[in-house]
């Protein structure tokens, strides 16, 4: 059961801009608890791409950016590479469940 | 390099227990971290199914407390899963993965075991 909306699909043209946006409530990112993003690449397990709201692990390019604001988080692409066609997730923790969540997810599309 | 490696059968009856095994290489099990499992159903998102630290201590998603059950084994640094009374819905892939932790209130999933897909039928 995902308690963080994103939605369904993104897409872009090569070399533009485009955000996800990631929607918690109160018991998740509105209570100060960070928000992670994974990459899916199509038949492969989720990867880390940013961790603590805008940190990017080691060998994730800087065309990729997080942050946080209230109850929702976001990440940016840049400069959209065909490469990036995968499906994207936020993930965070809820004092309520006292465990994890995840995002509904977000196929993105290079056009 | 931190690896994980999901193993178990790939296919289980119904109402039958779905039993995996989580093999942790190049990193002590018995860090600092606690060992999580995740599972996706096929064309579906990401869904959090417990976790557990390397003294026995777990915690498990409240939808699925009732038939969840998960031990670690220190001496051959690999963590468990069993899920009970398994039904169609429970056809997934299920991943393990270790948790990092920042200042209590940052909790990831890095890395990802490649997953294993467990199938539920007759």
């Known amino acids: 059961q995902s308690v963080l909306t994103q939605p369904p699909s993104v897409s872009g043209a090569p070399g533009q801009r485009v955000t996800i946006s990631c929607t918690g409530s109160?018991?998740?990112?509105?209570?100060?608890?960070?928000v992670h993003w994974y990459q899916q690449l199509p038949g492969t397990a989720p990867k880390l791409l940013i961790y603590?709201?805008?940190n990017r692990p080691s060998g994730v390019p800087d065309r990729f950016s997080g942050s946080k604001s209230g109850t929702s988080a976001s990440l940016a692409i840049t400069g959209l590479q065909a490469e990036d066609e995968a499906d994207y997730y936020c993930?965070?923790?809820?004092?309520?469940?006292?465990?994890?969540?995840f995002g509904t997810g977000t196929k993105v599309t290079v056009l | 390099q931190v690896q994980l490696q999901e193993s178990g059968p790939g296919l289980v009856k119904p109402s039958d227990t779905l039993s995996l095994t989580c093999a942790v290489s190049?990193?002590?099990?018995?860090?600092?971290?606690?060992w999580g499992w995740i599972r996706q159903p096929p064309g579906k998102g990401l869904e959090w199914i417990g976790y557990?630290?390397?003294?026995?201590?777990?915690y498990y998603n409240p939808s699925l407390k009732s038939r969840v059950t998960m031990s670690v084994d220190t001496s051959k640094n690999q963590f468990s899963l069993k899920l009970s009374s398994v039904t169609a819905v429970d056809t997934a892939v299920y991943y393990c993965?270790?948790?990092?932790?920042?200042?209590?209130?940052?909790?990831?999933?890095?890395?990802w075991g490649q997953g294993t897909l467990v199938t539920v039928s007759s």
């Open positions: 993965a270790r948790i990092n932790e920042d200042r209590g209130v940052s909790n990831w999933f890095d890395p």
């Open positions: 190049g990193y002590s099990i018995s860090s600092s971290n606690w």
């Open positions: 557990i630290y390397y003294s026995g201590s777990t």
């Open positions: 109160s018991s998740n990112i509105g209570a100060g608890y960070d």
């Open positions: 603590g709201n805008s």
């Open positions: 993930q965070s923790y809820d004092s309520s469940l006292s465990g994890f969540v």
